[in-house]
Every structure is written in structure tokens, then in C-alpha cells.
């Protein structure tokens, strides 16, 4: 072998020791790379894991003067951080059994047993889905709890207050919530007749989890998600039942002359008992909140809150267990912000008197002047905003706003 020769065998050696010298250089800084978010993983799993021994639905043992750790500076949105779409695809969830062998749980009726079983199912996917509805900006944001069967209800509203308009440039949309039907034997037809509705009229925003009292959490806790994910640019919104007559006029005026911040106003109930009466709708036992009171909340029948709180609402109902009673879990969401909703008499959630055969909810000149008035047919509702925007005559305006 001459010295050309051993000049090439040693030029080629001296490469091959150079390129397995790169590769292991690549290898070693991928491993670290990798380890990374596996960590970022692990500790996210650990806190969340610490933070689900402490429950909201215990007193309290700390002195009552201690403050909350509870932070209540908002979260930094961004478009960026924010979630471009709707993430959840499936709806595998199976049962935590590790609360079945506990005494006080076997104790519970069959559909606290079922809520409690299921309650940890936070999020489910999307049948119909609308985010053009928030695109650009958005004044008023009306989102409307309805069933999949209550076609007739939401025909009225569209036909009466929910008509989607802009105002003075103020830009008005609406959105019904709905779930499945809970009807085994004709869901798969109750289903066709809502795609069919929503192809008409695209206000129907639909999740696939069964419409049930107990699930109208999951309808509360869903809208903030999508809302926080789909709505930059809305400012305010009204939430309420489909069987209320609305005055999006008295809204307005409203809004024009009410501070924005942290706005959250209704029919608002203070120092509410829980109910133990079985045979009530709202009964709630013993075990499963053992507090005196709830903290304040608005009635459901219809409330407004500022867009901005709504997305803090979203961040803070992600850490509390769910409530079977959807009022009162956005009170304790509003508990732990620290915000305290305000009582207004234009919203009446229980009609204009409480006495159901009072001629006073049937007068219009009082419907005139309300916001919200709660528990009307589809007959009454539209009967009653015919006659409100008749050449209707009212002899003393009332001072409400």
C-alpha cells in the first residue's frame, strides 16, 4: 500500500468517526428534549391530583376569616393561548366505582347515585357546531337553554324577541343549547328534525350528552368552553330558559347606563337553603352539600353577564366538581372570583307575582317595562309581544331600569 492509499483509508476513517460522532450528539440532545414535556406531564397530573382532595362541597374547616388562596386575577387570553376549536372527539368515560362502596353514597337515590358516577365526565364532543356566530364584534351574544323536542318554543323566539338584528350598530345574535334527547325510542327522529332545524335557520349549538335536569350543568360548563374558545370579540351576553319574553330594547338601554366590569345581574337569590325535601325537584341530600346556604345566584330564567367574565367563569368552573343544580354552580363559580351577582327587578324569573293568577302577568304595560319574565307557552309568548308592540297605551310608565 503506497502513501496514497493510506492517505484515503485514513481520510475515510476520520469521517465515519466524525458522522457517528454527530449522530450521538442528535440522539443525546433529543432524549433531553424529550423529557422535558413527560415531566411537564407528570407535574401537571400531581397537581391536579392534590388539588381534587380539597372539595367545595364540604364546609370549610379553616377559620372564616382566612382568606382564599384562590387567585382571582384574570387570565391572560390571548389568541394565541386560546383554543382554536372545539378538542373533544370522544365520549369514552366509564364510571368511577371508587365512591360505590362508601355507606353514605349507597344511601342516595338512583339519579344522585347515576350524577355522582358520571360527574367526573367533564367534556363532551359536538354535533353542531356554529363559530361564525362570533365572528367580529359582537354586542349582544343571547344564548338560549332549550330541548331537542322544544322546536316550538324556539320557533317562538325567533319569530319575537331572538331575531337576530343590529341596533343603533350594535350587532345582536342568538344561539340555542341543546343536548340529545332522552327519548330512546325516538331520538334517532328527534335528532333529523333538529339537523333539519338547523339547516334552516344555523342557531343551534348541540353536544352529545343526553338533555336531562341534572346535565343542564354540562350545558353551562360546555357554553363557556366554546365561548371562551369561539368568541373574542362579544361584550355581552344574555342567558336564559326558552320559555321567557325577553325585551332586547330594555336590554340595551340597560347596558348603555351599567359599568361593564364584572357585570353579572339577574333575578338574584340571597341566602338560599338547600332543599331536603325528596319530593322537591331541587332536592338536594345532605351528603352530597352539607353547607347552610348557597352562595348568591341569579334564577335561570335569564341574566346578563360581561363577556370577560365569562371567560374567567370558563377557567374557574374547569377546577370546582360539577352541581347537579346549574344556578347554583355558577353562583359558587362566582363565590370563588369573588364577584357578587346584583339583584335587579326588571328580571323575573317567577313571574311578575309570584300569585299565578294575578291579572298583573297578564298585563302588558308591565311586560313593557321588565327585562326578562319568566315561564310563558309559546301561545303566551307570542300573544303577549304581539300586544306589547301594539299602539299600546300605558297610563304610568314604570320606573324599572
Request: aromatic fraction near 12%.
Amino acid at each position: 500500500m503506497n502513501n496514497r492509499d493510506r492517505w484515503r483509508v485514513y481520510k475515510r476513517v476520520s469521517v465515519m468517526f466524525f458522522l457517528a460522532a454527530l449522530a450521538l450528539t442528535v440522539v443525546q440532545r433529543g432524549n433531553i428534549n424529550m423529557g422535558a414535556p413527560f415531566e411537564l406531564a407528570r407535574q401537571v397530573r400531581m397537581d391536579t391530583s392534590n388539588e381534587a382532595e380539597h372539595s367545595f362541597w364540604k364546609v370549610s374547616k379553616e377559620k372564616s376569616g382566612t382568606k382564599s388562596r384562590v387567585t382571582t386575577q384574570e387570565p391572560n387570553i390571548t389568541e394565541d393561548t386560546r383554543l382554536k376549536s372545539w378538542d373533544v372527539t370522544s365520549t369514552n368515560c366509564s364510571a368511577n366505582l371508587n365512591i360505590s362502596s362508601h355507606n353514605w353514597f349507597k344511601s342516595l337515590e338512583p339519579n344522585f347515585k347515576q350524577f355522582l358516577l358520571y360527574r367526573h365526565c367533564r367534556y363532551f364532543p359536538m354535533l353542531l357546531n356554529h363559530p361564525e356566530k362570533c365572528k367580529g364584534d359582537i354586542y349582544l351574544l343571547m344564548v338560549i337553554k332549550s330541548v331537542a323536542t322544544q322546536h316550538d318554543r324556539r320557533e317562538v323566539i325567533r319569530k319575537t324577541w331572538g331575531k337576530e338584528q343590529t341596533i343603533d350598530g350594535k350587532r345582536i345574535k342568538i344561539l340555542f343549547l341543546i343536548g340529545k334527547s332522552s327519548n330512546e325510542v325516538e331520538s334517532a327522529n328527534h335528532q333529523k328534525l333538529v339537523e333539519f332545524e338547523d339547516y334552516i335557520y344555523g342557531d343551534i349549538l348541540q353536544w352529545d350528552f343526553l338533555d336531562s335536569f341534572f346535565n343542564l350543568t354540562l350545558k353551562e360548563t360546555h357554553f363557556l368552553k366554546w365561548f371562551n374558545t369561539y368568541c373574542p370579540g362579544v361584550r355581552y351576553i344574555f342567558k336564559g330558559d326558552d320559555d321567557v319574553f325577553v325585551s332586547v330594547e330594555n336590554i340595551l338601554e340597560f347596558l348603555e347606563s351599567s359599568p361593564s366590569k364584572d357585570l353579572f345581574v339577574g333575578d338574584v337569590i340571597f341566602r338560599a337553603v338547600p332543599i331536603r325535601r325528596r319530593e322537591n325537584k331541587y332536592y338536594i341530600p345532605q351528603a352530597l352539600y352539607s353547607k347552610q346556604y348557597y352562595p348568591p345566584y341569579a334564577g335561570g330564567g335569564g341574566f346578563l353577564m360581561d363577556g370577560k367574565l365569562a371567560r374567567r367563569l370558563h377557567w374557574v368552573a374547569d377546577t370546582l366538581e360539577l352541581y347537579p343544580i346549574d344556578d347554583v354552580f355558577l353562583g359558587m363559580c362566582l363565590e370563588v372570583l369573588q364577584v357578587t351577582p346584583v339583584k335587579h327587578n326588571a328580571f323575573k324569573t317567577f313571574g311578575l307575582v309570584k300569585n299565578k293568577q294575578s291579572k298583573l302577568n297578564r298585563e302588558p304595560c308591565f311586560f313593557k317595562s321588565m327585562i326578562v319574565v319568566h315561564k310563558l307557552l309559546p301561545s303566551d309568548l307570542m300573544h303577549m309581544w304581539n300586544l306589547v308592540n301594539s299602539d299600546l297605551v300605558c297610563s304610568q310608565k314604570v320606573e324599572i331600569l
